[in-house]
């Protein structure tokens, strides 16, 4: 039985440490090795507190509604106060009628919600072994400086790759990439992120993860102790 649970317990520690690496004719090259920053212990609590605080954050809270001291109309008395057997009623404005005031409406109001520093950054490093760990994330050994601005190219790696249908967000490492986002730019499902503009929401939204060119190193760098100021 102990035998049996040291069995189950090695199983469960044997996890993905290396990253695939491909070409961009989606053939496989080699492994690189992952870095600490995909060793992180997952957080479900952290990762869904950082989902929700993304998401509260995109609220426009625009909605808005007039009372009826803000409906425009006339204030002039609509019938006699007596003698007609119905209710009493001031002006068209009452929230009865068609046209007039909302009672308790939406008004614009600012939805936000505050995570610190710390907390963000381990939430990018559980979300980043969450999709190390169920094979979503590779490496594109390709300078996209380089590549030809042509949605053909990258159509034919998503092919071979195998992402026709799936979320596919491309990291690009920083610097001037018009090209390979014009490239990238009409396939359905992709989308292009810099690196140092990543962040926990992105990478669990997305299906598969490329990180083209040096993108993983510099990511890497940045997520690094010695940059965390």
Known sequence: MAQQKKETKGKAE???TGIPQYSIKGEMKSDVVASEIFS?????KLIAQYVRMHQTNDRQGTASTKTRGEVGGSTKKIYKQKGTGRARHGSKKA????G???????KPKTYRLLMNKKQKKL?????????LDTASIISLD????????????????????QFIGKKVLF????????PFVRSVSN???????VVNSINAYEILKAGKIVFVGDALKELETLLSPKNEN
């Open 14 to 16: 044997s996890k993905k």
């Open 100 to 106: 007039g005031g909302i009672v308790g409406g939406p």
């Open 123 to 131: 939430a990018l490093f559980g979300s980043l072994r969450l999709k």
């Open 187 to 193: 396939l359905s499902g992709a989308a292009c992120l």
């Open 171 to 178: 990291v690009l490492p920083s610097g001037v990439n018009t």
């Open 142 to 161: 390709l300078d996209p400086k380089q590549i030809e601005t042509k949605t053909k190219t990258m159509s034919l790696f998503c092919k071979q790759m």
């Open 40 to 44: 992180q212990s997952v957080s479900p």
């Open 95 to 98: 929230p009865i009628f068609k």
